[in-house]
Nanobody, 124 residues
Framework: QVQLVESGGGSVQAGGSLRLSCVAS????????MGWFRQAPGKEREFVAA????????YYADSVKGRFTISRDNAKNTVYLQMNSLKPEDTAVYSC?????????????????WGQGTQVTVSS
């Protein structure tokens, strides 16, 4: 099992930026993928972004394309989520997750390990 620890959440005004970090206790297999998901109060968890360890292929939800950037530092087993132009509707608990292998990066059920989550609050 891989332990994942997120950091970097907080409160920001609309239009602001935050960078989330997720440190993994070890890297998943070379085919592994790291993803970010979020869940707002009263709503279902939704996919935000994902990146493959091996080649850095990235995936984004339409709602964050052009505003959020996922990146990774393989040497540090760390994945980042740079969030720019934040909107109030981005307010949620953001969690990182790891999967050994999946062809469906946006499907939460395909992920094996989850972090505890970090709160992001965007005020208007």
């Amino acid at each position: 099992q891989v332990q994942l620890v997120e950091s970097g959440g907080g409160s920001v005004q609309a239009g602001g930026s935050l960078r989330l970090s997720c440190v993994a206790s070890r890297r998943t297999f070379s085919s592994g993928i790291m993803g970010w998901f979020r869940q707002a109060p009263g709503k279902e968890r939704e996919f935000v972004a994902a990146s493959r360890w091996r080649d850095g292929t990235t995936y984004y939800a339409d709602s964050v394309k052009g505003r959020f950037t996922i990146s990774r530092d393989n040497a540090k087993n760390t994945v980042y989520l740079q969030m720019n132009s934040l909107k109030p509707e981005d307010t949620a608990v953001y969690s990182c997750a790891g999967a050994i292998s999946t062809l469906r990066p946006g499907v939460a059920d395909d992920y094996d390990d989850w972090g505890q989550g970090t709160q992001v609050t965007v005020s208007s």
